[in-house]
């Protein structure tokens, strides 16, 4: 059976809207009916919210959509679930997960956040520390268990954790095996955010934010069917969330004067008396940055229709966070003196990040947590020199030593 036209999408959203009126249906039962009809994201498989269709012709639906008034399903709102969960999930899931976690996923009815970062790891994911100890004989032969099902005890500490007091669920990887290498011996599953033992508490950031948050997990009991891959190649799948992570953050499509260029070419057509010839020179740099960025970016999405994400995700992520930098800190300048007033401290827990709700000094300092987000831009450099240059790996002393014998 061969795949989708543009044409035949069109006469499916026309359907969808012949029997789904966006005036009269409800948001969320119209968002549902958009899922099963496989219009939710075209290049899933059909039965999961798409037709096996080119990703490309995503954008033919939501225009279709969009030009009827149809509601959205806030992607900036669940970003992590669409951009991280999601693909990590159809990838290494079982039928069941599909089936359970997809559609109110994609709808937005569920939120998900990732527990990866630990305190104690820093920018290196592979040296983690919350153990998962199995309770009993989960799993079956089949996906590296024992059959008689089972549980998996989780305990540990992780951090930087995007909207956990929001989630439902979480991505989460764990050490199952300390006596192995670090990179071996960790696995990988779906945890309820609801389960005993699981506390978050908010993190305040140098904004007065508290965008993200430490989670406790103290005994927490995971099914083993709550498993995602094989016991021990937890980092193989969590390559897989990353991947997609990076792509989620640098490979975003941005608009001409779009993200912090916008403002910052307010500035200065608003304050002429500032321009001297050194800022007209940054400022023409930055934007040339940002207008290459777009083409690169569009480029990466066009690559991603033949596949999964590579690394050159991880370029455009170290380049977007480099350039917002930049804009951000020539914003402050071309405001002088009132560039530095800060307009409110007081703690916010927002749903997703909104750099053009404030001001210069806020989208200064929240710029500064882009090199750390979603991997630092020294691990992204490692990556980049790596895997897309092919340069020589840095000397590793601990590539065959048991994490147990570590230093920590």
């Known amino acids: 059976m061969s795949a989708p036209t543009a044409d035949d999408l069109r006469a499916r959203v026309r359907a969808l809207l012949a029997e789904n009126d966006p005036k009269t249906v409800a948001?969320?039962?119209?968002?549902?009916?958009?899922?099963?009809?496989?219009?939710?994201?075209?290049?899933?498989?059909a039965g999961l919210g798409g037709l096996d269709a080119p990703r490309s012709l995503q954008s033919v639906v939501d225009a279709e959509l969009a030009e009827a008034g149809a509601p959205d399903n806030s992607p900036r709102q669940i970003v992590i679930g669409l951009g991280m969960a999601a693909p990590t999930i159809l990838r290494f899931g079982t039928p069941e997960h599909h089936r359970r976690y997809l559609r109110p996923l994609w709808t937005g009815e569920e939120v998900w956040c990732q527990l990866f970062s630990e305190p104690g790891a820093g920018s290196d994911l592979a040296a983690l520390g919350t153990k998962a100890v199995r309770d009993g004989n989960g799993g079956t032969p089949a996906n590296g268990?024992?059959?008689?099902?089972?549980?998996?005890?989780?305990?540990?500490?992780?951090?930087?954790?995007?909207?956990?007091?929001?989630?439902?669920?979480?991505?989460?990887?764990?050490?199952?095996?300390p006596d192995v290498p670090k990179h071996q011996g960790m696995t990988y599953f779906v945890c309820d955010m609801s389960a005993p033992g699981v506390e978050v508490r908010p993190l305040r950031q140098i904004t007065g934010e508290a965008e993200f948050n430490e989670v406790f997990l103290s005994e927490v009991r995971i099914p083993d069917s709550q498993r995602l891959g094989a016991v021990g190649e937890g980092w193989k799948v969590a390559q897989t969330t990353l991947m997609n992570e990076r792509?989620?953050?640098?490979?975003?499509?941005?608009?001409?004067?779009?993200?912090?260029?916008?403002?910052?070419?307010?500035?200065?057509?608003?304050?002429?008396?500032?321009?001297?010839?050194?800022?007209?020179?940054?400022?023409?740099?930055?934007?040339?940055?940002?207008?290459?960025?777009?083409?690169?970016?569009?480029?990466?999405?066009?690559?991603?229709?033949?596949?999964?994400?590579?690394?050159?995700?991880?370029?455009?992520?170290?380049?977007?966070?480099?350039?917002?930098?930049?804009?951000?800190?020539?914003?402050?300048?071309?405001?002088?003196?009132?560039?530095?007033?800060?307009?409110?401290?007081?703690?916010?827990?927002?749903?997703?990040?909104?750099?053009?709700?404030?001001?210069?000094?806020?989208?200064?300092?929240?710029?500064?947590?882009?090199?750390?987000?979603?991997?630092t831009s020294e691990v992204l450099r490692n990556i980049v020199a790596e895997r897309v240059l092919g340069l020589p790996s840095e000397p590793r002393v601990d590539k065959d030593v048991a994490w147990k014998d570590l230093p920590k």
Request: aromatic residues 8%; charged residues 25%.
């Open 145 to 177: 268990g024992v059959a008689g099902g089972g549980d998996w005890v989780v305990t540990g500490q992780k951090v930087w954790t995007s909207g956990a007091h929001l989630a439902r669920f979480a991505i989460l990887v764990t050490r199952t095996d």
């Open 247 to 375: 792509v989620a953050i640098g490979g975003t499509p941005m608009p001409r004067e779009g993200g912090l260029l916008g403002p910052v070419a307010e500035a200065w057509r608003e304050h002429p008396e500032r321009r001297t010839p050194e800022l007209h020179d940054r400022l023409l740099k930055l934007w040339v940055e940002a207008e290459t960025l777009g083409l690169a970016s569009s480029r990466l999405r066009q690559q991603l229709t033949a596949g999964q994400p590579g690394p050159e995700g991880s370029v455009m992520k170290l380049a977007f966070a480099e350039l917002n930098q930049a804009l951000s800190g020539l914003e402050v300048e071309l405001h002088a003196e009132q560039g530095l007033v800060y307009d409110d401290w007081t703690m916010r827990r927002p749903v997703h990040i909104d750099f053009a709700a404030r001001g210069p000094g806020y989208r200064y300092l929240r710029a500064k947590g882009n090199s750390i987000e979603g991997g």
């Open 27 to 45: 948001r969320l039962d119209f968002l549902r009916a958009r899922f099963d009809a496989g219009l939710a994201w075209v290049h899933f498989p």
